[in-house]
């Protein structure tokens, strides 16, 4: 994987319990955590990028507008499945406005779904053949995600590649992963353990750590381009507030 830059009523924990792969990663998951492991994971997964396209980039990054996603492909079991994983999202982050768009007009997240031995060509056509082979040789990616942000750090649209023949567990992992990363935390980090945005991890579920991370960069208090400074200064609060939800949204005990 890679990164390039309803009232009181919730879904079932995950719409994929079913594989034994993920089942057995949720029956194992870790829920409790300090306040310290969730700041310095989210300080680290919401800063700079694990592939600089541009150099390094030390502003939050995330949408201030409603996200819209289409899927472009053939399959349609995967769209499905997809829709599910965007409803997903959507159910476990508060203050994120997340859902399918009907065309790709209509969205700011395209979702390319292709066959694995297309993966290479796709990139390259996202992103020219000197920057597939770069990406390549730095991270080797089963999927991909990148975006493009403005002048104020506002995600104004992200591109997300998924392959649709590598099994049921490679794309639930894929699709999860690289569809939060083109919300804005694409800095994979090998130093977090309990993250699926650290490449040595595999979920193929939102998991308990990592919706604390979305809800702390999506919280309103939270703002496009503050600086690690800035977002410190307000997290003891904001976390607060995102430890309620996440415990709410999970049925987790007090």
Same mark, same amino acid.
Not at 26 to 53: M, N
Not at 101 to 119: F, I, P, Q, S, Y
Not at 236 to 243: G, H, K
């Given at each position: ?48 990028? #694990? ?6 980039? +030390?502003? =939050?990054?995330?949408? !201030?507008?409603?996200?819209? %996603? *289409?899927? &472009? ?77 403005? #002048? ?6 992200? +591109?997300? =590649?998924?392959?649709? !023949?590598?099994?049921?567990? %490679? *794309?639930? &992992? ?81």
């Amino acid at each position: 994987m890679g990164a390039v830059a309803v009232g009181e009523t919730f879904a079932p924990y995950t719409a994929f319990a079913d594989i034994p792969a993920i089942a057995q990663r949720q029956h194992t998951e870790k829920k409790i955590f300090t306040d310290s492991e969730i700041v310095e994971g989210f300080l680290k997964v919401a800063f700079g990028a #694990e592939y600089h396209l541009a150099g390094r980039v +030390d502003r =939050i990054r995330k949408y !201030d507008v409603p996200v819209r %996603v *289409f899927a &472009d492909g053939t399959r349609a079991d995967r769209k499905a499945q997809l829709a599910k994983i965007v409803a997903d999202i959507a159910e476990r982050v508060q203050h994120l406005d997340i859902a399918m768009a009907g065309t790709n007009e209509d969205a700011n997240v395209r979702v390319k779904l292709v066959r694995d031995r297309d993966l290479q060509r796709t990139i390259a056509t996202f992103y020219g053949s000197e920057r597939a082979r770069e990406i390549r040789s730095s991270l080797d990616p089963q999927c991909l995600s990148g975006f493009r942000k403005n #002048e104020k750090f506002e995600i104004e649209h992200s +591109d997300v =590649i998924l392959t649709v !023949d590598n099994g049921d567990f %490679v *794309f639930f &992992d894929c699709a999860y992963e690289e569809l939060l990363q083109s919300l804005g935390p694409i800095n994979d980090t090998p130093s977090v353990p309990w993250t699926m945005f650290n490449d040595n991890v595999s979920m193929g579920y939102f998991d308990i750590y990592d919706q604390y991370l979305l809800n702390l960069l999506y919280d309103p208090r939270i703002k496009p381009g503050m600086t690690v400074e800035e977002v410190s200064a307000l997290l003891p609060d904001v976390l607060a507030d995102v430890r309620a939800w996440v415990r709410k949204v999970n049925n987790l005990p007090q």
